[in-house]
């Protein structure tokens, strides 16, 4: 799957600096990523508490939310994604996920019900969660980074459900 | 207009405390109100940008979003709204909005695309927003207590929303 439409519309400068400042907040939170990344998620449902309803093992499940194991998975593919995208950015100018992947989590995202709005409450979650997580290291250039790694992420994942919305 | 539907469905204990609590609240902040409300949207955006694409007077604006004397306006109102709403449900046990006012403001909200997630991500902006400008009198029941009003606010809202678009 290629970068998608929102995020080849703007320029991409992403550089071995912002590659740098993605990987060097990540190397700090890495031993405590699960738990970070479950604060991400937690920080998601504080803003939007319906968007917990989206998920199906959030709905079907009698787990107080901290302890589902599956929110604790989601959360750091989520997490783990964005950062290897900062990655891909650098080294290819786009981000790309494996087409079996991507088909995949265009059909879970679409199926969810899954909308813009949602992914603005996830990017904003993310970056306040990491601001938190490494605040002697946060700076306007690595929100940037991070964000910019997240935007074109979500593009490609937007752009796949658009593909897989309108093929069917 | 009465308190709707989500609003009635829970248990109102709204008494003079939590009213108090809002009341002593919004007396701090009195003076820099409408600095806190303009910020408070603000909050608003840097959570979800597209929901400044639902204020027709954002979209047709060349001036600074910041600047602009309808979203100050329109900040405001909502403020005080969710404030007095606090003072009826300590009053009357409900929410009511004058019946012309709410006709149109749920109007507007209909036309605009408001959702269900933008009352959420508007409830949190607050909150937080509140947070931060008087941090020292900030506490859980302080919280409760604004996050009740304005649930109640919303509720009634949504519920004339609901009429007006089941009825057109």
């Known amino acids: 799957m290629e970068a ?3 995020g080849e519309s703007r320029a991409i400068a992403f550089g071995e600096e912002q590659e740098a400042l993605v990987v060097r907040s990540w190397n700090a ?3 405590d990523a699960a738990d970070i990344a ?3 998620f937690l920080r998601v449902f504080e803003i939007a508490p319906s ?3 989206l998920f199906s093992f959030l709905r079907d499940s009698n787990v107080p939310v ?3 194991p599956k929110l604790k998975s989601h959360a750091m593919s989520v997490f783990t994604m964005v950062c290897e995208s900062a990655t891909q950015l650098r080294k290819k100018g786009k981000v790309s996920v494996r087409e079996t992947t991507s088909k995949k989590l265009a059909g879970t995202h679409l199926k969810a019900g899954v909308i813009d709005e949602h992914f603005e409450v996830v990017r904003f979650a993310l970056l306040d969660t990491i601001k938190h997580a490494v605040p002697a290291m946060w700076c306007p250039e690595m929100s940037a ?3 910019e790694a997240y935007d074109h992420l979500a593009a490609a994942l937007k752009e796949e459900m658009r593909l897989l919305s309108s093929s069917s």
């Open 4 to 6: 998608a439409s929102e």
């Open 29 to 31: 939170m890495r031993k």
């Open 38 to 40: 479950l604060k991400f």
């Open 51 to 53: 968007a917990a309803r």
């Open 66 to 68: 901290d302890k589902n």
């Open 145 to 147: 980074a991070w964000g």
